[in-house]
Protein backbone atom coordinates (compact mmCIF):
# COMPACT_ATOMS: atom_id res chain seq x y z
CA UNK A 1 0.00 0.00 0.00
CA UNK A 2 1.76 2.95 -1.29
CA UNK A 3 0.61 5.58 1.53
CA UNK A 4 0.75 2.80 4.60
CA UNK A 5 2.11 4.05 7.53
CA UNK A 6 4.52 2.98 9.84
CA UNK A 7 1.92 0.31 12.32
CA UNK A 8 0.30 -0.95 9.27
CA UNK A 9 4.12 -1.51 7.47
CA UNK A 10 4.87 -3.51 10.94
CA UNK A 11 1.05 -5.06 10.40
CA UNK A 12 -0.03 -3.54 14.13
CA UNK A 13 -2.39 -1.86 15.43
CA UNK A 14 -1.59 1.83 17.21
CA UNK A 15 -2.33 0.34 20.38
CA UNK A 16 0.45 -2.09 20.35
CA UNK A 17 3.10 -2.07 22.88
CA UNK A 18 6.49 -2.29 22.86
CA UNK A 19 7.04 -5.89 23.14
CA UNK A 20 4.49 -6.36 20.36
CA UNK A 21 6.11 -3.56 18.10
CA UNK A 22 9.62 -5.78 18.59
CA UNK A 23 8.01 -9.04 17.93
CA UNK A 24 5.96 -8.14 15.27
CA UNK A 25 9.98 -6.28 13.84
CA UNK A 26 11.32 -9.50 14.28
CA UNK A 27 8.83 -11.90 12.49
CA UNK A 28 8.77 -9.53 9.37
CA UNK A 29 12.85 -9.51 9.27
CA UNK A 30 13.04 -12.87 9.20
CA UNK A 31 10.37 -12.99 6.66
CA UNK A 32 11.40 -9.90 4.25
CA UNK A 33 15.36 -9.88 4.65
CA UNK A 34 17.68 -10.43 1.56
CA UNK A 35 19.97 -13.10 3.46
CA UNK A 36 16.92 -14.95 4.80
CA UNK A 37 17.27 -17.63 1.70
CA UNK A 38 12.90 -17.15 1.42
CA UNK A 39 10.49 -16.30 -1.18
CA UNK A 40 9.72 -13.49 0.59
CA UNK A 41 12.96 -11.47 0.82
CA UNK A 42 12.21 -7.94 -0.47
CA UNK A 43 15.04 -5.48 -0.11
CA UNK A 44 12.87 -2.54 -0.75
CA UNK A 45 10.13 -4.08 2.40
CA UNK A 46 13.34 -4.27 4.60
CA UNK A 47 14.08 -0.62 4.22
CA UNK A 48 10.14 0.40 4.94
CA UNK A 49 10.32 -2.08 8.42
CA UNK A 50 13.47 -0.76 9.80
CA UNK A 51 12.16 3.26 9.31
CA UNK A 52 9.00 1.87 10.64
CA UNK A 53 10.67 0.14 13.42
CA UNK A 54 13.05 3.26 14.12
CA UNK A 55 10.27 5.65 14.50
CA UNK A 56 7.98 3.32 16.55
CA UNK A 57 10.54 1.63 18.86
CA UNK A 58 11.79 5.14 20.32
CA UNK A 59 8.90 6.55 22.91
CA UNK A 60 9.42 10.37 21.64
CA UNK A 61 9.73 9.63 18.42
CA UNK A 62 6.70 7.53 18.58
CA UNK A 63 4.56 10.47 20.55
CA UNK A 64 5.92 12.88 17.72
CA UNK A 65 4.31 10.24 15.05
CA UNK A 66 0.84 9.92 16.42
CA UNK A 67 0.33 13.37 16.82
CA UNK A 68 1.60 14.27 13.21
CA UNK A 69 -0.83 11.09 11.48
CA UNK A 70 -3.43 12.13 14.07
CA UNK A 71 -3.47 8.67 15.78
CA UNK A 72 -4.99 10.34 19.10
CA UNK A 73 -7.81 8.34 19.87
CA UNK A 74 -5.69 5.48 21.84
CA UNK A 75 -4.23 7.76 24.51
CA UNK A 76 -8.25 8.78 24.93
CA UNK A 77 -9.46 7.68 28.60
CA UNK A 78 -12.97 6.47 29.58
CA UNK A 79 -15.96 5.55 26.86
CA UNK A 80 -14.73 6.24 23.54
CA UNK A 81 -18.37 5.59 22.24
CA UNK A 82 -20.10 8.05 23.99
CA UNK A 83 -21.62 11.00 21.28
CA UNK A 84 -21.20 13.58 24.12
CA UNK A 85 -18.03 13.50 23.57
CA UNK A 86 -17.82 14.59 20.18
CA UNK A 87 -19.40 18.22 21.20
CA UNK A 88 -16.85 20.47 22.32
CA UNK A 89 -17.19 22.62 25.55
CA UNK A 90 -16.46 26.13 25.62
CA UNK A 91 -14.86 28.58 28.30
CA UNK A 92 -15.52 27.96 31.48
CA UNK A 93 -16.84 24.26 30.73
CA UNK A 94 -13.74 23.51 29.33
CA UNK A 95 -11.60 25.05 31.83
CA UNK A 96 -13.31 22.79 34.41
CA UNK A 97 -12.76 19.45 32.42
CA UNK A 98 -9.50 20.55 32.28
CA UNK A 99 -9.03 20.40 36.35
CA UNK A 100 -11.17 17.57 36.58
CA UNK A 101 -8.66 15.11 34.22
CA UNK A 102 -5.70 16.90 35.97
CA UNK A 103 -6.75 16.48 39.44
CA UNK A 104 -8.82 12.71 38.85
CA UNK A 105 -6.61 11.44 36.41
CA UNK A 106 -3.41 12.80 35.64
CA UNK A 107 -1.96 13.95 39.49
CA UNK A 108 -2.55 10.83 41.24
CA UNK A 109 -1.48 8.70 37.68
CA UNK A 110 2.02 10.57 37.86
CA UNK A 111 2.48 10.19 41.48
CA UNK A 112 1.78 6.46 41.62
CA UNK A 113 4.16 5.99 38.58
CA UNK A 114 6.82 8.41 40.09
CA UNK A 115 6.28 6.23 43.16
CA UNK A 116 7.13 3.07 41.55
CA UNK A 117 10.12 4.38 39.07
CA UNK A 118 12.33 6.64 41.60
CA UNK A 119 11.59 3.33 44.37
CA UNK A 120 13.93 0.84 41.90
CA UNK A 121 17.34 1.98 42.38
CA UNK A 122 17.08 1.33 46.31
CA UNK A 123 16.30 -2.00 45.59
CA UNK A 124 18.69 -3.03 43.03
CA UNK A 125 21.32 -1.42 45.51
CA UNK A 126 19.93 -3.92 48.17
CA UNK A 127 19.41 -6.73 46.11
CA UNK A 128 23.15 -6.66 45.06
CA UNK A 129 24.48 -7.54 48.21
CA UNK A 130 23.79 -11.07 47.66
CA UNK A 131 21.44 -11.56 44.40
CA UNK A 132 20.95 -15.16 45.34
CA UNK A 133 19.97 -14.42 49.12
CA UNK A 134 16.03 -16.11 49.35
CA UNK A 135 15.34 -12.95 52.24
CA UNK A 136 16.37 -10.49 49.25
CA UNK A 137 14.67 -12.00 46.57
CA UNK A 138 11.27 -11.86 48.87
CA UNK A 139 11.38 -8.55 49.36
CA UNK A 140 12.20 -7.82 46.08
CA UNK A 141 9.33 -10.10 44.94
CA UNK A 142 7.39 -8.07 47.46
CA UNK A 143 8.31 -4.41 45.71
CA UNK A 144 7.25 -6.00 42.68
CA UNK A 145 3.88 -6.61 43.83
CA UNK A 146 3.32 -3.42 45.52
CA UNK A 147 4.24 -1.97 42.13
CA UNK A 148 1.42 -4.03 40.33
CA UNK A 149 -0.92 -2.74 42.81
CA UNK A 150 -0.02 1.19 41.54
CA UNK A 151 0.41 0.29 38.22
CA UNK A 152 -3.23 -1.26 38.61
CA UNK A 153 -4.46 1.61 40.36
CA UNK A 154 -2.62 3.82 37.37
CA UNK A 155 -4.56 2.19 34.38
CA UNK A 156 -8.07 2.34 36.22
CA UNK A 157 -7.41 5.97 36.99
CA UNK A 158 -6.48 6.19 33.11
CA UNK A 159 -9.54 4.65 31.81
CA UNK A 160 -11.92 6.52 34.03
CA UNK A 161 -12.27 9.84 32.51
CA UNK A 162 -11.82 10.83 28.84
CA UNK A 163 -9.41 13.37 28.21
CA UNK A 164 -10.04 17.26 27.12
CA UNK A 165 -8.39 17.56 23.23
CA UNK A 166 -6.06 19.96 24.97
CA UNK A 167 -4.63 17.70 26.97
CA UNK A 168 -4.34 14.58 23.90
CA UNK A 169 -0.65 15.29 24.28
CA UNK A 170 -0.44 14.65 28.23
CA UNK A 171 -2.14 12.22 27.92
CA UNK A 172 -0.29 9.82 25.12
CA UNK A 173 2.89 10.75 27.57
CA UNK A 174 0.86 9.26 30.42
CA UNK A 175 -0.35 6.54 27.89
CA UNK A 176 3.27 5.52 27.11
CA UNK A 177 4.85 5.94 30.29
CA UNK A 178 2.10 3.36 31.85
CA UNK A 179 3.52 1.02 28.88
CA UNK A 180 6.99 1.74 29.49
CA UNK A 181 6.64 0.61 33.41
CA UNK A 182 4.31 -2.24 32.99
CA UNK A 183 6.93 -4.02 30.36
CA UNK A 184 9.71 -2.84 33.08
CA UNK A 185 7.94 -4.88 35.77
CA UNK A 186 7.59 -8.19 33.47
CA UNK A 187 11.60 -7.60 32.64
CA UNK A 188 12.03 -7.28 36.61
CA UNK A 189 9.67 -10.33 37.30
CA UNK A 190 12.28 -12.81 35.34
CA UNK A 191 15.19 -12.30 37.58
CA UNK A 192 14.09 -14.05 40.23
CA UNK A 193 13.48 -17.10 38.18
CA UNK A 194 16.60 -16.91 36.34
CA UNK A 195 18.78 -14.82 38.33
CA UNK A 196 19.84 -13.11 34.55
CA UNK A 197 21.15 -9.47 35.66
CA UNK A 198 20.00 -8.55 32.07
CA UNK A 199 16.57 -8.61 32.87
CA UNK A 200 17.19 -6.20 35.33
CA UNK A 201 18.96 -3.92 33.61
CA UNK A 202 15.92 -3.76 30.71
CA UNK A 203 13.63 -3.02 33.13
CA UNK A 204 15.51 -0.32 35.11
CA UNK A 205 15.72 1.46 31.05
CA UNK A 206 12.28 1.25 30.79
CA UNK A 207 11.84 3.00 33.99
CA UNK A 208 14.47 5.08 33.29
CA UNK A 209 12.12 5.75 29.83
CA UNK A 210 9.06 6.52 31.64
CA UNK A 211 10.27 9.02 34.10
CA UNK A 212 11.96 10.81 30.83
CA UNK A 213 8.14 10.80 29.70
CA UNK A 214 6.70 12.19 33.13
CA UNK A 215 9.23 14.55 33.36
CA UNK A 216 8.81 16.32 29.94
CA UNK A 217 5.04 15.56 30.01
CA UNK A 218 3.50 19.12 28.72
CA UNK A 219 1.24 18.56 31.96
CA UNK A 220 4.45 18.38 34.69
CA UNK A 221 4.29 21.63 35.66
CA UNK A 222 0.60 20.74 37.35
CA UNK A 223 2.37 18.32 39.62
CA UNK A 224 0.72 18.69 43.02
CA UNK A 225 3.81 19.81 45.25
Known sequence: MHDSNHYQTLQI?????????????????????????????????????NAAYEVLSDVEQRVKYD????????PRTGNRENPRQTKKPGGKEADEKV????????????????????SLEQQLEDLAADPF????????QAYLDTCRDKLKKAQTAFRSLPNPPSLATSAAHLYYALNQVSDGLEELAYFPLSYDDRYLH????????AKHL??????????EK
Open 13 to 49: NNKATAAEIKKAYRRLVKMFHPDSNQDTADHEEIIKI
Open 67 to 74: EQIGNTSH
Open 99 to 118: EEWLKLVYQPINRWLCSIVS
Open 133 to 140: DEQLIDEF
Open 202 to 209: TGKEMFRI
Open 214 to 223: LDFSPGSNTR
